[in-house]
């Protein structure tokens, strides 16, 4: 037996997994660098988001239940991809243990799917609201709103934590198995297996079609029923009035799905370095850029901060 495995019923467990992330690019440090800087206005602008809607009552409703959770999943995905990356490639760390590479894989597939489902239930909030606008306060109450989001976060983790487990069930045939991508990527992992990986290919091929499939072909669906009632409404400031209300979230859903949806669709034709740019990119922009959507285009929200410092709650004068 080769000690330098772990057997455990007949499961041959790898002792690191080594990322092997870009080749060949000069001067790749300064990408990690401007990683770090996404990082750390992601961080500040999401905690201020969530600062905001904590503290103004105003805030405390459905809509913007959903919007602390966008949030709140910005920060996991942004903390569960970029320290990991910068450790890994800034500092040299690319031989990953085993058992925080899978750690790794699960905090950020999860953080992704919560975050894909979390945009999917704003737009449910944005058809309700503009379609159905009488039954909006008995349909979308901020109780319900809490249940939906609770049932978002435990599809995610039963959809992960079930991935997770196969890829445990893998056996590897080498000490060091290398990934070809920037992170503990699923799918080059179970790829790398030398066992009966069909149950993790399974789970590949469904998982993107329940955590990214099903939330656009809601949103889809959801826009063009606002769509078609926008065109119903008579009064072109009611219709200004309501398309507002959806600019931002739409802006949120493009900057989010189309990076994503591009790069997998385009993954056989495209070289692992555009690859892992474009995926890194897609798991760090859109997080740092959400804050700053709903905070210049959403006037509401806007007005709620000018309010909390007229009234100096967040900077407080000394006397």
């Not at 934590?161 to 992992?189: E, K, M, Q």
């Not at 889809?220 to 072109?236: E, K, N």
């Not at 790069?263 to 890194?280: D, G, H, K, M, V």
Request: aromatic share 14%; charged share 10%.
């Amino acid at each position: 037996m080769n000690e330098d495995f772990a057997e455990n019923r007949n499961i041959s467990i790898p002792s690191y997994f080594y990322i092997s992330g870009f080749s060949g690019i000069p001067h790749v440090r300064y990408y990690y660098i401007f990683l770090f800087f996404v990082y750390i206005i992601t961080v500040l602008g999401n905690s201020c988001l969530m600062f905001v809607i904590i503290i103004d009552r105003n805030l405390h409703t459905p809509k913007y239940i959903a919007v602390f959770n966008l949030s709140l999943t910005d920060i996991c995905e942004s903390t569960a991809v970029i320290p990991q990356l910068l450790d890994t490639f800034l500092f040299g760390n690319q031989l990953i243990p085993y058992g925080l590479c899978l750690c790794n894989m699960f905090s950020v597939f999860v953080s992704i799917s919560a975050q894909s489902l979390t945009l999917a239930v704003l737009s449910f909030d944005r058809f309700i609201a503009i379609c159905l606008p009488l039954r909006y306060h008995m349909i979308v109450t901020r109780r319900s709103m809490l249940v939906i989001i609770g049932v978002t976060w435990a599809v995610a983790l039963f959809m992960i934590i079930t991935a997770t487990i196969f890829i445990s069930r893998l056996s590897f045939c080498r000490v060091i198995v290398i990934i070809n991508t920037f992170y503990c990527d699923h799918g080059p992992i179970y790829r790398s297996a030398c066992s009966n990986n069909f149950p993790s290919y399974v789970i590949n091929n469904l998982n993107p079609i329940v955590i990214l499939g099903f939330p656009v072909f809601f949103i889809i669906f959801s826009y063009t029923c606002i769509a078609v009632t926008l065109f119903r409404i008579t009064t072109p400031q009611d219709r200004q009035r309501a398309t507002k209300t959806c600019t931002a979230h739409l802006t949120l859903v493009a900057i989010f799905y189309v990076p994503i949806t591009f790069t997998y669709a385009l993954s056989s034709i495209i070289n692992t370095n555009t690859r892992i740019i474009n995926l890194s990119l897609t798991s760090a922009l859109p997080p740092m850029l959400n804050p700053i959507i709903y905070t210049f285009m959403t006037e509401e929200f806007m007005v709620s901060v000018k309010r909390l410092l007229k009234r100096r709650i967040i900077f407080p004068s000394r006397k």
